[in-house]
Protein backbone atom coordinates (compact mmCIF):
# COMPACT_ATOMS: atom_id res chain seq x y z
CA UNK A 1 0.00 0.00 0.00
CA UNK A 2 0.76 3.54 -0.69
CA UNK A 3 2.43 5.36 2.60
CA UNK A 4 2.64 8.85 3.33
CA UNK A 5 4.77 10.86 5.59
CA UNK A 6 5.11 14.94 6.30
CA UNK A 7 6.53 16.79 8.99
CA UNK A 8 7.05 20.67 10.00
CA UNK A 9 9.22 21.38 12.85
CA UNK A 10 10.26 24.45 14.61
CA UNK A 11 13.49 23.99 13.32
CA UNK A 12 16.13 21.92 11.15
CA UNK A 13 15.42 18.11 11.86
CA UNK A 14 17.24 15.39 10.89
CA UNK A 15 15.36 12.34 9.61
CA UNK A 16 17.22 9.37 8.92
CA UNK A 17 15.31 6.77 6.45
CA UNK A 18 15.87 2.62 6.23
CA UNK A 19 14.57 -0.30 5.42
CA UNK A 20 17.86 -1.94 6.04
CA UNK A 21 17.30 -1.18 10.07
CA UNK A 22 13.99 -2.52 10.30
CA UNK A 23 13.61 -5.97 11.77
CA UNK A 24 12.53 -8.07 8.65
CA UNK A 25 15.06 -8.41 5.68
CA UNK A 26 14.69 -5.14 3.25
CA UNK A 27 13.48 -7.83 0.07
CA UNK A 28 10.00 -7.78 2.25
CA UNK A 29 9.55 -4.16 1.33
CA UNK A 30 10.02 -5.26 -1.89
CA UNK A 31 7.57 -7.71 -1.92
CA UNK A 32 4.08 -5.54 -0.53
CA UNK A 33 5.62 -1.76 -1.76
CA UNK A 34 7.19 -2.78 -5.25
CA UNK A 35 6.84 0.32 -6.59
CA UNK A 36 9.38 3.28 -5.29
CA UNK A 37 9.71 5.57 -2.52
CA UNK A 38 10.89 9.49 -2.35
CA UNK A 39 11.81 12.50 -0.10
CA UNK A 40 10.97 15.90 -0.30
CA UNK A 41 13.28 18.95 1.35
CA UNK A 42 13.83 22.07 1.42
CA UNK A 43 17.40 22.98 1.47
CA UNK A 44 18.03 27.10 1.95
CA UNK A 45 14.42 27.55 1.06
CA UNK A 46 14.45 25.65 -2.22
CA UNK A 47 12.46 22.33 -2.89
CA UNK A 48 14.61 19.52 -3.18
CA UNK A 49 12.99 15.61 -4.43
CA UNK A 50 14.93 12.59 -4.16
CA UNK A 51 13.40 9.03 -5.01
CA UNK A 52 14.00 5.57 -6.47
CA UNK A 53 11.86 3.29 -8.34
CA UNK A 54 11.93 -0.46 -8.13
CA UNK A 55 13.91 -1.06 -10.95
CA UNK A 56 16.18 -2.75 -9.23
CA UNK A 57 16.08 -3.04 -5.34
CA UNK A 58 19.84 -3.05 -5.46
CA UNK A 59 19.85 0.27 -6.92
CA UNK A 60 18.94 1.54 -3.73
CA UNK A 61 20.99 3.86 -1.87
CA UNK A 62 19.27 5.35 1.23
CA UNK A 63 22.93 6.78 2.01
CA UNK A 64 22.03 9.45 0.11
CA UNK A 65 19.81 11.68 2.54
CA UNK A 66 21.31 10.40 5.76
CA UNK A 67 22.46 13.64 6.00
CA UNK A 68 19.64 15.45 5.07
CA UNK A 69 18.27 18.63 7.49
CA UNK A 70 15.19 20.84 7.07
CA UNK A 71 12.04 21.64 8.57
CA UNK A 72 9.91 20.15 6.16
CA UNK A 73 9.83 16.71 5.43
CA UNK A 74 7.94 15.11 2.64
CA UNK A 75 7.87 11.10 1.96
CA UNK A 76 5.92 8.32 0.44
CA UNK A 77 6.31 4.78 -0.56
CA UNK A 78 4.47 3.62 -3.77
CA UNK A 79 2.77 0.31 -4.35
CA UNK A 80 1.21 1.20 -7.93
CA UNK A 81 -2.21 0.66 -8.18
CA UNK A 82 -3.62 1.35 -11.78
CA UNK A 83 -0.80 4.45 -13.70
CA UNK A 84 2.85 4.33 -14.16
CA UNK A 85 5.41 1.50 -13.72
CA UNK A 86 8.05 1.24 -10.83
CA UNK A 87 10.68 3.71 -12.64
CA UNK A 88 11.60 6.18 -10.09
CA UNK A 89 10.13 8.90 -12.59
CA UNK A 90 6.82 7.29 -11.04
CA UNK A 91 7.76 7.52 -7.68
CA UNK A 92 6.53 10.35 -5.64
CA UNK A 93 6.86 12.96 -4.18
CA UNK A 94 6.70 15.41 -7.00
CA UNK A 95 7.95 19.07 -7.51
CA UNK A 96 6.71 22.07 -9.58
CA UNK A 97 8.41 25.30 -8.50
CA UNK A 98 8.52 25.22 -5.16
CA UNK A 99 6.17 23.14 -3.98
CA UNK A 100 6.75 19.41 -3.03
CA UNK A 101 3.19 16.76 -3.11
CA UNK A 102 2.79 13.44 -2.48
CA UNK A 103 -0.95 11.65 -2.47
CA UNK A 104 -2.46 8.01 -1.92
CA UNK A 105 -4.90 7.08 -4.01
CA UNK A 106 -5.97 6.69 -7.21
CA UNK A 107 -7.74 9.53 -9.57
CA UNK A 108 -8.60 8.63 -13.35
CA UNK A 109 -5.59 9.77 -15.51
CA UNK A 110 -7.31 10.68 -18.63
CA UNK A 111 -10.29 12.76 -16.99
CA UNK A 112 -8.52 14.76 -15.03
CA UNK A 113 -5.80 15.62 -17.48
CA UNK A 114 -8.72 17.27 -19.23
CA UNK A 115 -9.12 19.65 -16.36
CA UNK A 116 -5.98 21.06 -17.02
CA UNK A 117 -4.64 24.31 -19.22
CA UNK A 118 -1.94 23.96 -21.41
CA UNK A 119 0.39 25.52 -19.01
CA UNK A 120 0.36 22.73 -16.29
CA UNK A 121 0.19 20.28 -18.95
CA UNK A 122 3.58 21.19 -19.86
CA UNK A 123 6.77 18.96 -19.09
CA UNK A 124 5.10 16.18 -16.93
CA UNK A 125 7.95 13.95 -15.51
CA UNK A 126 5.71 11.10 -15.11
CA UNK A 127 3.04 8.72 -15.86
CA UNK A 128 0.89 8.33 -13.20
CA UNK A 129 -2.25 10.23 -12.25
CA UNK A 130 -0.86 11.94 -9.22
CA UNK A 131 1.18 14.37 -10.76
CA UNK A 132 -1.78 15.40 -12.68
CA UNK A 133 -4.29 15.94 -9.71
CA UNK A 134 -1.24 18.01 -8.29
CA UNK A 135 -1.19 19.60 -11.05
CA UNK A 136 -4.96 20.83 -10.85
CA UNK A 137 -4.42 22.01 -7.46
CA UNK A 138 -1.67 24.00 -8.26
CA UNK A 139 -3.44 25.44 -11.46
CA UNK A 140 -6.93 26.13 -8.92
CA UNK A 141 -4.34 28.13 -6.60
CA UNK A 142 -2.86 30.54 -8.90
CA UNK A 143 -6.15 31.42 -10.51
CA UNK A 144 -7.38 31.68 -6.92
CA UNK A 145 -4.26 33.38 -5.54
CA UNK A 146 -5.36 31.45 -2.65
CA UNK A 147 -4.22 28.56 -1.57
CA UNK A 148 -6.62 27.16 0.45
CA UNK A 149 -9.49 28.43 -2.40
CA UNK A 150 -7.06 26.92 -4.83
CA UNK A 151 -7.14 23.39 -3.26
CA UNK A 152 -11.41 23.56 -2.50
CA UNK A 153 -12.45 24.20 -5.69
CA UNK A 154 -9.55 21.74 -6.88
CA UNK A 155 -10.95 19.44 -4.72
CA UNK A 156 -14.50 20.38 -6.24
CA UNK A 157 -13.07 19.65 -9.61
CA UNK A 158 -12.01 15.88 -9.08
CA UNK A 159 -15.07 14.65 -6.95
CA UNK A 160 -17.24 16.16 -9.48
CA UNK A 161 -15.91 15.30 -12.71
CA UNK A 162 -13.50 12.52 -11.87
CA UNK A 163 -13.65 8.75 -11.10
CA UNK A 164 -11.43 8.48 -8.23
CA UNK A 165 -10.62 5.87 -4.98
CA UNK A 166 -8.46 8.00 -2.52
CA UNK A 167 -6.91 12.11 -2.32
CA UNK A 168 -5.12 12.01 0.11
CA UNK A 169 -1.94 14.13 0.52
CA UNK A 170 0.65 16.14 2.32
CA UNK A 171 2.19 19.23 0.20
CA UNK A 172 3.93 21.91 0.85
CA UNK A 173 4.67 25.46 -0.52
CA UNK A 174 8.48 25.58 1.73
CA UNK A 175 6.52 28.17 4.13
CA UNK A 176 3.26 25.70 5.04
CA UNK A 177 2.60 22.21 5.28
CA UNK A 178 -1.19 21.00 3.96
CA UNK A 179 -2.42 17.65 4.69
CA UNK A 180 -5.86 16.01 3.31
CA UNK A 181 -8.09 13.27 3.86
CA UNK A 182 -10.63 11.82 1.48
CA UNK A 183 -12.00 8.72 -0.28
CA UNK A 184 -15.23 7.40 -2.25
CA UNK A 185 -14.25 3.72 -1.02
CA UNK A 186 -12.06 1.53 1.07
CA UNK A 187 -12.48 4.01 3.68
CA UNK A 188 -10.15 2.55 6.36
CA UNK A 189 -7.55 1.79 3.97
CA UNK A 190 -7.18 5.65 2.92
CA UNK A 191 -6.15 6.57 6.61
CA UNK A 192 -4.55 9.32 7.72
CA UNK A 193 -3.27 10.62 11.15
CA UNK A 194 -1.30 13.62 13.14
CA UNK A 195 0.14 14.57 15.84
CA UNK A 196 1.34 17.51 17.51
CA UNK A 197 4.87 17.13 19.25
CA UNK A 198 5.95 18.75 22.05
CA UNK A 199 9.57 19.00 22.76
CA UNK A 200 10.69 15.84 24.98
CA UNK A 201 14.10 14.60 26.98
CA UNK A 202 14.88 11.01 26.39
CA UNK A 203 16.15 8.72 24.54
CA UNK A 204 16.41 9.42 20.13
CA UNK A 205 13.67 9.13 18.48
CA UNK A 206 12.16 6.60 16.36
CA UNK A 207 8.94 5.85 14.09
CA UNK A 208 7.98 2.43 12.69
CA UNK A 209 5.91 1.92 10.16
CA UNK A 210 4.23 -1.36 10.20
CA UNK A 211 2.80 -1.22 6.35
CA UNK A 212 5.74 -0.71 4.92
CA UNK A 213 8.63 -1.81 7.66
CA UNK A 214 10.19 1.58 7.23
CA UNK A 215 12.38 2.78 9.71
CA UNK A 216 12.55 6.43 10.59
CA UNK A 217 15.15 7.94 13.06
CA UNK A 218 15.67 11.15 14.43
CA UNK A 219 18.15 12.71 16.89
CA UNK A 220 17.15 16.17 16.40
CA UNK A 221 13.66 15.93 16.51
CA UNK A 222 13.82 14.83 20.21
CA UNK A 223 14.19 17.94 21.43
CA UNK A 224 12.05 20.26 18.71
CA UNK A 225 8.37 21.01 18.49
CA UNK A 226 6.87 19.41 15.26
CA UNK A 227 3.21 18.72 13.43
CA UNK A 228 3.53 14.98 11.97
CA UNK A 229 1.36 13.43 9.21
CA UNK A 230 1.23 9.33 8.38
CA UNK A 231 -1.21 7.07 7.12
CA UNK A 232 -0.59 5.09 10.30
CA UNK A 233 0.37 5.39 13.79
CA UNK A 234 3.96 4.99 13.85
CA UNK A 235 4.51 5.68 17.83
CA UNK A 236 2.90 4.93 20.92
CA UNK A 237 1.95 9.08 21.21
CA UNK A 238 -1.40 10.60 20.69
CA UNK A 239 -2.18 10.28 16.92
CA UNK A 240 -5.46 11.39 16.16
CA UNK A 241 -7.02 10.51 13.01
CA UNK A 242 -7.95 12.96 9.84
CA UNK A 243 -11.76 12.81 9.10
CA UNK A 244 -12.51 12.07 5.52
CA UNK A 245 -12.65 15.55 3.93
CA UNK A 246 -10.29 17.65 6.48
CA UNK A 247 -8.10 19.67 5.29
CA UNK A 248 -5.36 20.73 7.83
CA UNK A 249 -2.97 23.66 7.55
CA UNK A 250 0.24 24.57 9.25
CA UNK A 251 1.63 27.66 9.63
CA UNK A 252 5.27 28.30 10.03
CA UNK A 253 4.55 29.26 13.86
CA UNK A 254 3.30 25.59 13.71
CA UNK A 255 -0.39 26.68 14.41
CA UNK A 256 -3.05 24.16 12.91
CA UNK A 257 -5.94 25.54 11.04
CA UNK A 258 -8.88 22.54 10.40
CA UNK A 259 -11.30 22.87 7.44
CA UNK A 260 -13.92 21.15 6.06
CA UNK A 261 -14.30 20.42 1.90
Not at 4 to 25: Q, W
Not at 139 to 147: G, P
Not at 155 to 177: A, P, R
Not at 222 to 248: H, N
Request: proline residues 2%; contains cysteine; neutral net charge.
Amino acid sequence: MCRLFGIMANREVDIDFSFYKADKPFKSFSRSNPDGWGIGYYKNGKAEVFKEGLDDVEKYDFNKIEYIKSNIVISHVRKAAQYGGNSSKNAHPFKYKNWIFAHNGVVKRERILECLDEEYKQELTSENDTEIYFRLLLQEINRSSNVINGIKTGIKIVKEQVDYTGLNFVMSDGETLYAYRDASENKNYYSLYFLERKPQKGKEFNFKSKATNQLMHSKCLLGEKAVLFCSEKMTEEEWQEIELGKLFIVDPKLEITKIKL
